[in-house]
């Protein structure tokens, strides 16, 4: 299978770049410029003795999906078989409120409006997303504190309100104009552990993102998005969902 990685310089997106090759995928990651040998670097920590060079199952890219050609992407993504989206915002004011807000619905729109319509075969997205976004076609039921605390979000850190309207395309899209496949993975309280443990898929939310979160590592998330894609019978299952992922002992 052939992967586009969006986000692949983050801490996240690198972890999901290595899964990815572990199990034999070959592996585009479009990367800034500037990140690129530190990609690289960190893609192969962990990865064996044997360090991995460029073009054997990895292709950096020079770019992300909002500065590369039309015409390069295009081609990029008639070549692939899925996408793993883990574009978020950096966590400074630049990052926050400067430019481009939102950055993981406009990526993830323009991935599906070059992708051609007469494809063989549906390509596959997996987006990250966030525990604090709800999926409207499940009326999922929270707190009227909750609802005005994720409002004040919603006005005041645009990347909040991104992570809704990413989700939010996708769930709304017409089914007759785009063959894409997708699934929205929802983590809670992101943590750092250096190898994976059990975690869990819920279809809604088992505690309150807000004031009861949870916890799953990032090495979880990777794991579990790169399954989605790989495991027949679990992208079956999830298809066209917007599961919550948690460490199994929380």
Excluded at 47 to 62: A, K, M, P, V
Excluded at 77 to 105: E, F
Aim: charge should be positive.
């Amino acid at each position: 299978m052939k992967v586009i990685v969006l986000g692949a310089t983050g801490a996240t997106g690198r972890l999901v770049v290595k899964e990815l090759l572990k199990q034999q995928h070959q592996v585009i990651a479009l990367v800034r410029s500037s990140g690129r040998e530190n990609t690289l670097e960190k893609i192969n920590e962990g990865l064996g003795n044997e360090e991995l060079r460029e073009e054997e199952q990895l292709t950096l890219i020079n770019g992300t999906a909002l500065t590369l050609e039309d015409a390069h992407l295009s081609k990029l993504i008639d070549k692939a078989d899925g996408v793993i989206s883990c574009l978020g915002h950096n966590l400074t004011w630049r990052g926050i409120y400067g430019a481009p807000q939102m950055m993981v619905r406009d990526s993830i729109k323009r991935i599906l409006t070059l992708a051609c319509p007469q494809r063989k075969a549906p390509l596959k997205l997996v987006l990250m997303n966030s525990s604090g976004v709800r999926n409207k076609d499940q009326h999922e039921p929270i707190s009227l504190m909750q609802r005005i605390v994720l409002t004040i979000l919603r006005l005041l850190l645009p990347p909040h309100k991104d992570n809704e309207q990413a989700a939010n395309y996708l769930r709304t899209l017409d089914a007759s104009k785009h063959t894409t496949q997708w699934v929205v993975v929802r983590p809670d309280a992101l943590i750092d552990h250096c190898n994976a443990t059990p975690y869990s898929l819920h279809p809604a939310p088992i505690r309150s993102a807000i004031f009861d979160a949870g916890k799953v590592s990032r090495i979880n998330v990777a794991v579990a998005m790169t399954r989605l894609l790989s495991d027949s019978h679990l992208w079956e299952k999830w298809q066209g969902k917007m599961p919550l992922i948690y460490n199994s002992e929380e």
